[in-house]
Structure formats: structure tokens, C-alpha cells
Nanobody
């Protein structure tokens, strides 16, 4: 079992930056692939970024490539999403999730956090 708690959301102006953090419980955290997802009002939840268990593989949605970076620290049971050059269309609830298998680029994750709101104003 893995429990996930996101933090770091907030309101920023377009062009600004935020860093989301996800704290994971469980001694097997380092064996899970981790992902960030987002869901805007009236839209489906979508994959934003994913990272393999040893940080050897990272994946980003085309809409965030060049602006977002995903990273993890297995010693601290943490996953991060660095978001730069934010746009109004990045406004959504952002979720952290853990998956105990492949592939990483999927919405079929095993454990989910409660989400953190990110609002980008123009």
C-alpha cells in the first residue's frame, strides 16, 4: 500500500513557476513508477509526466515538454513536478499517482493522492 500527499499548488500569473511535491508512505516506494496527472473542470484526467523507479526513464506530455520537469528522491520518498512558464491552460487539479508495473504513460495507476489545485491567471 502506498499513500500519497501532494503539496505546492497555488495561484500564479501566466509565465510564473510552481513546484509540486508528492510525499509517499511505504517502504516499497522506490519500486513504483510515479506519475503526475491533472484534471481541469469538465475535462478528463490526463497524464502530465511520469518517471521510472530509478529515474532512468521520464516521460512528459507534449503540452508540457520544455516547461515541466519530473524528478524523484527515493531516499526521501518524494516526487516533484517543476512547472515553469505556466499558462492559463495549465489550470487544473494536479494528482500524484503510483504504479507497480509498466507502461508509465497510462492513466491506469494503482494509488492516487487527493490532488492540489493549480490556478494560472492571464
Amino acid at each position: 500500500q502506498v499513500q500519497l500527499v501532494e503539496s505546492g499548488g497555488g495561484s500564479v500569473q501566466a509565465g510564473g513557476s510552481l513546484r509540486l511535491s508528492c510525499a509517499a508512505s511505504g517502504r516499497t516506494f522506490s519500486t513504483y513508477a510515479m506519475g503526475w496527472f491533472r484534471q481541469a473542470p469538465g475535462k478528463e484526467r490526463e497524464f502530465v509526466a511520469g518517471i521510472g523507479w530509478n529515474s532512468g526513464s521520464t516521460y512528459l506530455a507534449n503540452s508540457v515538454k520544455g516547461r515541466f520537469t519530473i524528478s524523484r528522491d527515493n531516499a526521501k520518498n518524494m516526487v516533484y513536478l517543476e512547472m515553469n512558464s505556466l499558462k492559463p491552460e495549465d489550470t487544473a487539479v494536479y494528482y500524484c499517482a503510483a504504479r507497480n508495473s509498466w507502461p508509465i504513460v497510462t492513466t491506469d495507476y494503482d494509488y492516487w493522492g487527493q490532488g492540489t489545485q493549480v490556478t494560472v491567471s492571464s
